[in-house]
Structure formats: structure tokens, C-alpha cells
T-cell receptor
Framework: LAKTTQPISMDSYEGQEVNITCSHN???????ITWYQQFPSQGPRFIIQ???TKVTNEVASLFIPADRKSSTLSLPRVSLSDTAVYYC????FGSGYALNFGKGTSLLVTP | KAGVTQTPRYLIKTRGQQVTLSCSPI?????VSWYQQTPGQGLQFLFE???????NKGNFPGRFSGRQFSNSRSEMNVSTLELGDSALYLC?????????????FGNGTRLTVT
């Protein structure tokens, strides 16, 4: 089970790009990297998933270097509504997993 | 598609009682997993079911149990409630097959034990 390390908290101003890096040194060959966003009293929401290189969707980009020992979630031009906790997950879903969410990164966006 | 539905949304119980929480996964999803979230411990994995079989279990006492029905709906039971069981209990479903089946979470059941 891959252990992940993320910053506990980050601050940003509206309109800036935010990059959150997650370290996962013992990632296994079959593992995917998935990021979730969670607001208070709600369940985590899927943001983006990748295996290697770069993945982009309508809300974020995910950069994964060749060695896959880390990944960076990039949120372009954040708004106040992006204030949330962001979790990085590493695992091979669908094979009887026991996922470790860790404490996540608490992002605060201010005007 | 309807999302993951958890009922009830809120529960208040007293110590020593037992409680059952319900989760309806996204249609077609066969994997259901449960998590406990508290301010101090964060999100902790309880167990995962796939096609009515428990595939994996987290490090929780035997008072925490679950099951999955043939329609993939799942229930979680906690017996002999303790104050420390107060938490947000989250259920997630996924396709359950293949390495890239992300979890889809419900909004949880907020359990308060007094």
C-alpha cells in the first residue's frame, strides 16, 4: 500500500495557479494516481486520475514524472470556491484495495 | 446517472446502542467501500465489498461490520456504540475492476454518539 505525503496546508489568492505536490516513493507498477476534493460535510469528489506523463481535464491538470514517485495537481486560476481539502491517492483500484487517504492538503483561497 | 446515496444523513445514538447505515451505489457499480472520517484521524478505510464478498478490511474492531446485497447495495453496522464512534461515515462505489476505477462517494452519514 503506497504511502503518500502532501503539504498539510496551502494558501493562494484568487486567480492564481495552485500546484499541490504529492510524494509516493513506493508506488507499484499497477498503481494509479487519483486526486479528490472534499468540502466540509461532503464526500470527496473525484478530480483527476493518471498513470504517467500528463493528464488534463476541464478543471485540473496532473503531472507525473517518468519515475512516478511524485505527482503534481495543478489548479489553474483558482476561485474562492476551490477552498477545500485535496487528497492524493495511490492504488490499484478494483483489486481489493485498502486505500490510505492521509490527511490531505487544506487549500485556502482568499480574495 | 444517480450518484451514491447514503441514508440516513444524520443519526444520534447513545452509548451501547447499535446502528445500521445504508448505501446505494451508482447503478452498475459492484464495489462498495466504507470509510470513517474524524477530525483527528482523517479518512480511514473500514472495508470493501465486491459482489457480496468482503475483499478487504481495515484496522477496526469487530464491532464494525458490513454486508452487501445482490443488488450491490450495502449496509454497515456498528454495535455497542462508543463515544469515539462519532464521525462522518462515507460510502464509495466503483466499477471494481481494472486499476483505473475511481471511487465515487456519497455525502455520508453523520453519526453522533452521546
Amino acid at each position: 500500500l503506497a504511502k503518500t505525503t502532501q503539504p498539510i496546508s496551502m494558501d493562494s489568492y484568487e486567480g492564481q495557479e495552485v500546484n499541490i505536490t504529492c510524494s509516493h516513493n513506493n508506488i507499484a507498477t499497477n498503481d494509479y494516481i487519483t486526486w479528490y476534493q472534499q468540502f466540509p460535510s461532503q464526500g470527496p469528489r473525484f478530480i483527476i486520475q493518471g498513470y504517467k506523463t500528463k493528464v488534463t481535464n476541464e478543471v485540473a491538470s496532473l503531472f507525473i514524472p517518468a519515475d512516478r514517485k511524485s505527482s503534481t495537481l495543478s489548479l489553474p486560476r483558482v476561485s474562492l470556491s476551490d477552498t477545500a481539502v485535496y487528497y492524493c491517492l495511490v492504488g490499484a483500484f478494483g483489486s481489493g484495495y485498502a486505500l490510505n487517504f492521509g490527511k490531505g492538503t487544506s487549500l485556502l483561497v482568499t480574495p | 446517472k444517480a450518484g451514491v446515496t447514503q441514508t440516513p444523513r444524520y443519526l444520534i445514538k447513545t452509548r451501547g446502542q447499535q446502528v445500521t447505515l445504508s448505501c446505494s451505489p451508482i447503478s452498475g457499480h459492484r464495489s462498495v467501500s466504507w470509510y470513517q472520517q474524524t477530525p483527528g484521524q482523517g479518512l480511514q478505510f473500514l472495508f470493501e465489498y465486491f459482489s457480496e464478498t468482503q475483499r478487504n478490511k481495515g484496522n477496526f474492531p469487530g464491532r464494525f461490520s458490513g454486508r452487501q446485497f445482490s443488488n450491490s447495495r450495502s449496509e454497515m453496522n456498528v454495535s455497542t456504540l462508543e463515544l469515539g464512534d462519532s464521525a462522518l461515515y462515507l460510502c464509495a462505489s466503483s466499477g471494481g475492476q481494472g486499476g483505473n476505477s475511481p471511487l465515487h462517494f456519497g455525502n455520508g452519514t453523520r453519526l453522533t454518539v452521546t
